[in-house]
Structure formats: structure tokens, C-alpha cells
């Protein structure tokens, strides 16, 4: 890093860091107890800051890593300046903790967009911490840095696995992953990712080597024709099935493998993946989960994705394959008919942007939810567009690790996507210093608008004198 760009990310990190902790301070002094999900994860943290480890709420559905990092961080600051009696564990000081995980987060993000971007040296150092910043601010993920939420320790630690698995750490990644899977059980994908990073990298450079054996056939590594996708996909069937090539990647990947096989006997045991109340946490295949994940990643990256020369290329590429892409219309239509699932939180809790999304247009008419397929065939298209700077062994991983997480939800929470779109947009190209400034404007507005809703536009339900108030 130049000393010019060192002092110019300082800057901005600790720039951000001061806004959000005056953002802090406003939404303590709005809402001092515990609110939404806090109430189960704040008095869980408090239990085991007074030691009674064996305590738990069974309404808790994730394992204990915040409480434990919680508890590991508050406690030696308390005995180091003094702190005694109900501030020790108290609300704000644990949602304090997230706070420190954002800035955490803030230095991976960099980290990671100029490790996998280091080999474009066109970007520039402005750029990257611009980047930087805009990821940083990512609304959904950014609103959580102020409540006591598994999300911003979630991130964080499933950011640093992936950092160390670029840097060829996979022993350091795993115990990460581990961490990451502490904070959310569905951290376990990610961790499968990291080992799909070290499989994607190794199959390329044998399909590379491949293509040098057949210089007559044109096959291309990325991208090309149905058929030449097909050549891939039995090369990828060959060389996983053949034992030297399994050795190999086994004793590459043994550090995941293991955190993998632990992943698999605590299902066994805990009769599930979900801790606690399973009732409102049922896995089933709700197919339409990705289409709402595309359609959230257009949203919050609408400069890159929705531009007219994409759109341009899109009725292009429809012109010339109508078979195709009727084809893929058929079956979204069958994949929504068949797996639309409505989790009764969506419809009961008008707290939240998924309410209204679900009720101002899903529910308008039955068949608005089909009328829609157009709309996602452009956003899965554009989405893969703009992954195409990747090996194709690379986007089938991360492709098939987006499904894992998304599809067994049945409820629709934008939560679930953070992982997947952070992922995503760490590794799409870099776009103009226009595009980046456009999408760090429309994040700093999102970002106003529902902090402005949640501080000042608070409402009670007719059979509660709780104050509500509107959250992601």
C-alpha cells in the first residue's frame, strides 16, 4: 500500500468509524432496552456475564459465539477501567461490540478487494477505498451495527476465513470458519466456498491444460456455447472421479473437510441445524428464494447491473437464443408455482421492508409473482454478466453455494443475503469512478431513510403499549 493510500483509507475508516459511533449514540438514546430480537439475545449475553454458562433461552436458534466473544471482550474491559454494576453487560455496551465488528469488517473488505483485484493494476488506490466504503456502508448490513445482532460478528469472521483462503492460510481459514459458524449455523456454506476457491482454482488450471492438449477444438474456459458447457461439465465429472485428483484436493482442503464432518455430527446430534425453536425455522425447498436474491442484488447494485448497454446485450442475447430462454422461463414459472412458500412473519410483522414488499406487490394479484419472471431472467442474467472476469469452475461454485443458503429458507429476510451479495460484489470487476460514487450516494440515502424511520417515526399495535419501530 502507498503511503498516499494508507493515509487516504486511515482517513476514511476513521471517518466512518466517528459517524458511526455518533449514529450509535442517537439510537441508544432513542432505545435503551433491548429491542426486536434483542430481547433473547441480550439477556442471554447478560447470563453469561455473571457466569451461569449453562443457561439458555430455547426462543435462541443460533449458537452462542456473540455471547462468548461478547463476554470475552466486555469483561477485561470492565476490570481494566473500573467498570462495575449493570453498565458491565448492559444493552449498550453490548451492541458497542458490533460496533467494533464493523470497523473489523471495514479492514477485511479492503483487504480482500485488493487481493482479489491485485492483479488489475488500472484500479487505482481511490478507487478501492471508495469501494471500500461502499461495502462498508451496505444498508441491510450496516443498519444491524447498532443492535445486537449476529450479523456484522457473522460477517466478520466469514470475510476473514475468506481472506485467509486467498492468502493460502486454509489451516487459520477453517478455524475462522469455525468462528463464523459460532455466530450462524448457515456460515458452514461459506466455509465449503473456501474449499470450492482452492477445487476452482485447480480445475482451471487443468482445463487450461486441457485446451493446450486440444488447441483444434475452441473451447473457451468462461464461457461459450450450450455445447462447449456441456464438454465442461463432463471434464468436471472425470476429473473429480478419478482418485490421484481426489488425493490431491483432499490433502488441500483436509482443514474444511474436517470442519465439515464436525458441521455434520452436530446435525446428527442436535437432530438439526436449527438450535432452540425450530418451529418458525423449518427447511424446505423454497426455489423462488434465489429470485429474490437477484432481484435484491439489482436493487443495491443497480449502477452496475442496470445500465442501457446491459440492457442492450440482454434482448441481444435473447434474440439470438429464444429456445433457451423460454426454456428457463418455463421452468422459473413451475419453480414458483410449485415452491412459493409464505412464512407467517412475513405477513404478521409490519416492522420490516420485507412486510411491504410482499404486501404493496406481491400481494396485489395472484399473478404478479409470475408476471415477474421477465424481471428475474434479466437479473440472473446481468448478475452472471458481470461474473464472467471468473473461471466458470469458480461461478458453478459460488453459484451452487448461493443455492445452499438461499433455497432451504422459507421465510423471505433480507439478512439471509448479506453473505451472498458482499461475496458477490467483492468480486465482480471494478466499474467507473461515476458508477462507485452513484451506488455510495444511493447506500448514504437508503441509510438516512431508515435510520430517520426507526429513530422518529415509531407507532404502537392496537394490543400493545410497546413502542414499535421500522428496521430492515
Known sequence: MERSEAHGFAAAMSGAFLLSCLLFAAINRHQRGPYMDEAFHVPQAQAYCHGRFLQWDPMITTLPGLYLVSVGAVKPAAWLFGWTGSVVCSAGMLRFINLLFSAGNFYLLYLLLFKIHQKNKAVSGFQRILSTLTLAMFPTLYFFTFLYYTDPGSVFFTLFAYLMCLYGNHKTSALLGFCGFMFRQTNIVWTVFCAGNIVAEKLNEAWKTELQKKKDEKISSRKGSFSDLIRILQFLIEYLITPKNLVILTALTWPYIILVTVFFIFVFINGGIVVGDRSSHEACLHFPQLFYFLSFTVFFSFPHLLTPTKIRKFLLSLRKHPVQYSLIAVISLFLIWKFTYVHKYLLADNRHYTFYVWRKVFQRHDLVKYVLVPVYIFAGWSFADTLKSKSIFWILMYFVCLLAVTVPQKLLEFRYFILPFLIYR???????????????????????????????????WPNSDEIQRFMW
Open 426 to 460: 467483492l468480486n465482480i470487476p471494478f466499474p467507473s469512478l461515476y458508477r462507485q460514487l452513484l451506488e455510495l450516494a444511493f447506500y448514504i440515502v437508503v441509510n438516512a431513510v431508515t435510520f430517520y424511520l426507526f429513530l422518529n417515526r415509531t407507532f404502537q
